[in-house]
Every structure is written in C-alpha cells, then in structure tokens.
C-alpha cells in the first residue's frame, strides 16, 4: 500500500459519520435556529449553503481547523510529540469557545477519539498527550487529539485538515435533516456546493499558528448559548 492511499484510507476512517466520537450528538446551533423559526423546511437552500460556508470561513475553519493544523505540526512522527506546542493549542481552542456547550462538547468528543484512537490503533505520540488529558493538564479537545492522531498515522496536514472540515459539514447537515429544516437530496446539494470553500478554509488554516485560532459568528455563538437553557433538546449542542 502507497503512503498516498494509507493516508487517504486514514482520512476516510477518522471522518465517517459512523466512527464513535459523539459528533452524530450535535448541531452547532442549528436546533435552537430551527426552534425559533429562523430555519423551516421552507428555508432556501442558498441560505443553508451560505450559513454553511458562514461556520466553515468564520469559526470552524479557523478554530478547529487551525488547532488541528497546530497539533499536527507538533507530531513529529509516531512516537514524537511537542506536547507544549500542542497544550498551547488546546488551551487556545477552549478559550475562543465561548459558550460551555461548544467547550463540553468538544472535549467530550475529544476524550472518546481518544479512547477509541488508543484502542483501535498504534497509540504512539498520542499515548503521550492521553497522559496530560488524563491528568487533566490540558483540556483534550476533539480537532487536537485529531491533529495529534492523523500525524501518528502519516496523514498529511493539509488532507488532515480537510477531512475534519469535511466530517464537520457533512454531520452539519445530516442534523439540519434531522431537524426537518431540509431533506436528504437537499443536504447532499448543500454539502456539495460547498467543495470550494472546503477547500479554501482547509489551506487558509494548514499553515497557521498557535496565535491564529479564533472564531468570530456571535449569532451562532448566542444560538448555542440559548440551547443550554432550553428544555427539550434532541442534540447536545
């Protein structure tokens, strides 16, 4: 098997929608923007596709996608890791997430990647930054363990990068189908229309440091603030 081909199999793995982190848990606002009636099933679908390229350009590109890129570069190989590098990227990650259900979430998703990734596979580096999760020296959000992980398994940054905005867009609309702001044939339209900006976030983010995680959607941010207080949910975020 080439590196290429491993890599590519790796990246398909870590970002199925079957694999057992949680992510299937949540909707990054959608349900409290489906509750108050900003998004029907009579929504255009342009406007699921802009709010969409909103999440990817605006928060998640920029935040999980630029602390993964970060975790990555600190992996040296399968059993080398700067773990200062990718502490400071955690701690970053958590502190631009600001509602507690962003920060939970993340790293409840975090910690069961890291559960299954040392279970399923050849835990080298990641044994290591486990330890500090474990003794709660570092938060263990999900994009870092990822970084960290893909690195071990010679992801490349950039495809590692990409698939994690991909598994990113593609549970984002498999919940707004779940929340009957949109139907399976619209989601795959959404999801695809998106490939260039897919494409755009994942490189914008590759090559960025510590200093560059950020986030910046105060709409979406205030959605997922007023989903802690809501009583009848069907997602976790």
Known sequence: MTANLAGLLSVLQLSDSTFPSGR?????????????????????P???????RDYLRLAVGPSEGVGLACAHRATNGPDSVDLDLVIRADERLTAVKLSREARE???????ALLRVATAAFDPGALSHYAQEVANKRTPGNHAVVLGVLSASLGVSRLDSVAGELFAFAASWVAAAVRLAVTDHRTAQA???SVRSDLDAAARHAADKDVADITSCTPLL??????HEETELRLFAS
């Not at 509750?35 to 929504?43: A, D, F, K, N």
């Not at 941010?221 to 007023?226: G, L, N, R, W």
């Open 46 to 52: 342009a406007v699921l596709a802009a709010l969409l």
């Open 24 to 44: 299937y848990t949540l909707s990054y606002g959608l349900e409290t923007l489906a509750q108050s009636g900003r998004l029907t099933m009579t929504s255009d």
């Open 190 to 192: 959404v999801l695809h």
């Open 105 to 111: 979430t993340s790293t409840r998703t975090g910690r």
């Open 221 to 226: 941010d205030i959605m997922t603030m007023q």
